[in-house]
């Protein structure tokens, strides 16, 4: 049987998924593409005249002091943080895969956090580590003397106090993305490993976390991401005296009216984000379902 004749003068109809994909993909193209366009293009164009294209603002970026020093505290940050609010959010988790009494108000307090936003857990904290806040009272009513947490002099205590304020801000994140991955798993698996002799340990370890690994990896991304871009919590912690690479957009772009440089530190922030994403998606893939899918 001979296929239907396209009518003359029309065009073909396009399939209705991708039909249905089309908002979708114009959404994307005006709040992701469009932008990443202008900003690569600021990023890269002359800002002494505004016009041409160079890398001049990479090469201001680079040169300047807080750079470096931004570089670092946002990589420490990262190390620090990610290891303990997924070890914290996993034990969390399977606490409550144990339906323990009261678990319903366990989850709603652990997930207290994620209704806060970034500045109001940067001043909460502020209030315990502040010269006559919290932390300092305890310590002076208990006979001892009061501590310079979040001056300049004291690096390590800042840094401190922005990891306690980022863990209790964030944790909750993985937490719920967790309890979603931990409440499709069949218990029947984790039932078999213990019928067959395996340790709780050896349960977490080659039963629990592989299933949970799609979990993992989706958290993994959006808490690196996040880190990345933390600003808020440090801000109202240490002003700049604890840079970080997001802070030095702001810099850049509202006290120093640079929007080049801006971009440029934006674009760094960009590539690392992808970089970082393309590792967790290769590292963190499903063996058996790539396999199968060849």
Known sequence: MAGR???????????????LLVPSALFMLALFAWPLVQGVATA??????????????FRRMVEDPAFWPAVRNTVLLIVIVLPVQFALA????????????????????????????????????LAVFADQGYLNSAIEALGGTGHGWLSYRNPGTMLLAVVLAELWRATSLVFVILVGG????????????????????????????????????????????????????????TGRGFPLLIGETYEWYVNLQNPYVAAAVGLVILVVSMFTAVVYLRTLRQPDVVRGAR
């Open 90 to 125: 996993i034990a969390m988790a399977l606490l409550l895969r144990e339906r323990p009494r009261l678990s319903g108000l366990y989850f709603y307090l652990w997930a207290v956090p994620l209704a806060i936003s970034d500045l109001a857990a940067g001043l909460v904290w």
């Open 5 to 19: 004749a396209e009518t003359p003068g029309r065009f073909p109809r396009l399939p209705t998924p991708y039909l």
């Open 182 to 237: 931990l409440s499709v798993i069949p218990k029947e698996y984790d039932e078999a490993a213990q019928v067959f002799g395996a340790t709780p340990w050896q349960r977490l370890r080659h039963v629990t976390l592989p299933l949970l690994r799609p979990s993992i990896q989706v958290a993994l991304i959006l808490r690196t991401i996040l880190a990345l871009q933390a600003f808020a919590v440090a801000q109202a912690l």
């Open 44 to 57: 890269l164009r002359d800002p002494s005249t505004g016009t041409g294209f160079g890398l001049e603002s």
